[in-house]
């Protein structure tokens, strides 16, 4: 494929093309006409049944789709969390469509040229249909499928999200009949990871099949770690696996026709404002190609588009479109919160209730990457390129989020930073107290006190609270004295802190003084020492710890293996360990331990000729092709077993159990 470079969004303002505004102005002037037309048309209907036809006949409908990784729920060990990565990336885009349903459709167009504060352009015209966010009555009754309701009279920002956490036969006839049939959207948004990216593909094909009109984009960590803009080299790097290069090669048809790296939330938002001016009024159709020249017209209406993203385009001719983003910095916290749009649907077994029921999970994120640079892991910073913060007002912003979150029906919270506030304890400490002050004063306060909490039943979810984090051994061990890693843990729990994970990956000194994760090798104490000084320091707290355990790091063989099942037992037998989770070593594209295994350009994430099974299935990511050179199949199913029976109910096993795909009942 040919590559042509448009780097109109790394360079200052611009004054845009005439021609362009007084195109804008034309589609605005149409649109208000035909809403015109449609009141003078709806005498006899409600005004909110006039405000509903009028929004239908300027917007298109749209379907955001998280790839799964999987083919069968059996044996196959889960985390049932919320698509974070997917409600993240949405969340500007549907927040600046929000603002113009409510803003409305003036006579004349708006002054939309740029202005000191940098990106604001809005939408003049047509937009994607959503536009109106659940309602807490909604909220009150979202089931815990990721499967939604596609029809209704009124249709809100959560059901335009497809998660069918399983791709085979029965979700793919019921995703054409009941969904793509019913929905017809016009863009289909995938986001996936790299073992879904074969899934990806697989649904982008269903899409093509039977809507060959609609516009395909891709996204999420496989298209970040696979497709990267060189800046000094003004190049775009693919890497073996990343989609691009397979339909390039022809390993599969070009059935995708955008793709989007990096910083998702403003990227995303600016192709889906370039479909829209691009779009035709009536009716709703679109090409790559207009969508191109629609990105090269509002490049200086926009300017730089905050943060650093890579934008690419593939036409009809299957040439390459680049546009890369380089923008100013934004702060984390000034992002409208994932679940704005989105239903909680998440229930972790770690959190219950005082009567026993699982409580409904929000997933929270305070920091964007990891900062350890772990061989074997892809949330790195260097892999990232850079961490985004909750920097402005972090704690007070921090703690808005929770109330907001708890607005939305929240019961628990759980923190999916790599490690809680990238590891800085009195951010740590700072936000316990706050939670603990919020929490006492929640006992004598009247509804309304709080930002977001309402009524009687937020301030109960509030006071009673229980919350989780992600923490690595160096925090426990090594970044601190002991007394002051035991007062911020006593204060976490104070605040309702419950539950911490930790990666203790594996237990033998000879594998874990390879890996970068288990820093001071030589003046501190050994890996499994710090372990069990972690896992100390935590019960002292009186604080659970459930672990992921890692097999097929460098040098693995089954006497390792063997060290570290047992070692993890004796923890599970000293009550140290609340639960263990064992993972196979999965090679993802833009990891050190791929590279030095060889495996760049080996790995296959995009063909469906190896289905997964056992026993891979039994582990999370493990899939046969992509996993560690270092394990055979006879080791992994060792793995399997032994850890099954040394570890018993301590072993992480809970399977999610989805009945017949079926359309939930929610209310008007």
Sequence with gaps: MRHTLHDHYTSSFAFPDPAFIDHLARRRHQLVTTSAKLVQQCTNRNSEEVKRLAWLTRTYPVLAILAPALTTHQGKVEYPGDPMCLYSALSVAIDQVVKARERGLAPEIADILPDSSGFHYTYTDLCPQWGERPSQTYRAHTSDSGIREYTGSSFNTD????????????????????????????????SCV????????AIARQVRQHLPGTLIVFGGRHIDETMRFQDTAKKLSCSQSSTLQVMSDGRIDPVVDFLISGDGYFALDLLMKAISVAMDIQQKTVTVSDVLKALDNLAPIVGPVPGKAVLVGVDSSHQIHVFPLRGPKFDLAQLPSPYRAAGIRARFPIFRQED?????????????????????????????????????HPVESALDRVFEYISYGAEALFFDDSVFWAGNSKQMIAFSQAVIQAKAEARTSPPGQFPWLQDQGDLERLISLQWGAQLTAEFFTRLHTHEKILECLVTMRAAGCSYLYVGIESLSSSIMNKIHKNLHKIDGPSWAGKIRAALL???????????????????????????????VGQLIDENLLYLASPNILTYHPATAITHQHGKDTQLDYHSLESPNRHPYIYFEEAFPGVVSKELSEEDIWYIHRRTRERWGNIRYVDTITLPVPSREVLPS
């Excluded at 059901?159 to 017809?184: A, C, G, M």
């Excluded at 920091?367 to 961490?387: L, N, R, V």
């Excluded at 320091?537 to 390792?560: H, Q």
């Design 194 to 201: 790299s073992p879904a990216h074969r899934y990806a593909i």
């Design 159 to 190: 059901q335009s999200v497809f998660d069918p956490r399983v791709w085979n036969e029965e979700i793919k006839d019921y995703f054409v009949e009941r969904v793509l049939k019913v929905v017809q959207p016009k863009v289909v948004l995938i």
């Design 356 to 392: 026993g029921t699982v409580s409904r999970t929000a997933h929270i994120m305070v920091t964007s990457a990891c900062p350890y640079h772990c061989d074997f892991c892809s949330e790195g910073q260097t892999i990232a390129g850079h961490m985004h913060r909750f920097t402005h």
């Design 537 to 567: 320091v935590a019960k002292e707290a009186g604080i659970r710890v459930g672990s992921s355990v890692l097999f097929g790091l460098d040098g693995e063989t089954i006497e390792t293996i063997e060290t570290t099942i047992e070692g």
